[in-house]
């Protein structure tokens, strides 16, 4: 997908698989959309309900952190629980993968610059998250960000903000929200983002997470072993992960 995109964009991509062999999806491993990108982008604050169940202020500038790619895992893969702790949230989010770089791109432009759009659950450990101000150990854990199945492009996709994001746990609806009530919009995002460094194709930014996150119900749900983790956003499909222990997997660099 990255050299697809760094070789000429989705446009030459259809050209170049016009009349190739179909696979059946039934079977196939996937890996994450990009599990090579440079750079994640994740928005921390971007729904005026979360913000409020989070106890937080309305922010005035988009509260941004990293993802490391080899945190990722795709559609159906398992998502890990780690032995450090049992907090593992959901985070249904929308995400977007940047298909034309450039710097100080202005918003009205912005959307030129979007290869496409897929969904992400950016799973959370709460505790670690919370160890200091920066977020980024408990958004870090190794095969805790999905991402896919598939990337849509803008033609198909349409309007951002007519589109709706739904998490369901063990088939219970946990999160439901409309775009059209991001406080930072994608050309926003694309704007600011580029305001302070370089974005290359390939680049994917997550936009954030509505209200009903586990880690703010009374009492908190977090997912266990054995759990069914949805993400839905209509016009681009369904994301689906179970929730594993990592003891029952090999776990990259340990001893």
């Known amino acids: ?36 990108t440079d750079m994640i982008y994740c928005v921390g604050l971007n729904y005026a309900k979360h913000i409020a ?27 890990i629980l780690p032995r450090v702790s049992d907090k593992l949230d959901y985070e249904g989010e929308l995400a977007f993968v940047i298909g034309k770089g450039g710097r100080y791109i202005s918003e009205d432009k912005a ?28 958004k870090n854990f190794w095969g805790t960000g999905a991402f896919g199945p598939w990337l849509v492009t803008p033609d198909e996709f349409g309007d951002v903000a007519s589109h709706s994001v739904t998490t369901r746990l063990n088939g219970q609806v946990m999160q439901n929200a409309g775009f059209d009530d991001f406080l930072f919009t994608v050309p926003y995002l694309i704007s600011y983002i580029s305001s302070f460094t370089e974005l290359l194709p390939g680049d994917v930014v997550i936009t954030g997470t509505p209200g009903g996150v586990g880690t703010a119900r009374k009492p908190p749900v977090y997912m266990k072993v054995g759990d069914v983790v949805e993400i839905e956003i209509d016009g681009i499909g369904v994301l689906r992960n ?5 003891a029952d997997v090999k776990v990259p660099g340990e001893a």
């Open 1 to 36: 997908m990255r050299g697809m995109l760094e070789d000429g964009g989705i446009e030459a991509g259809a050209k170049a698989v016009t009349g190739a062999k179909r696979i059946p999806l039934d079977g196939l491993h996937y890996a994450p959309l990009l599990p090579d």
């Open 53 to 79: 169940e989070m106890g937080r202020e309305m922010p005035q500038y988009a509260a941004l952190f990293p993802r490391t790619p080899r945190s990722q895992i795709g559609h159906n893969e398992p998502m």
């Open 242 to 246: 179970t929730i594993v222990s990592e």
């Open 111 to 138: 959307l030129d610059h979007v290869a496409g759009y897929s969904c992400y659950n950016d799973g959370s450990l709460r505790d670690f998250q919370r160890h200091t101000h920066q977020f980024l150990p408990g």
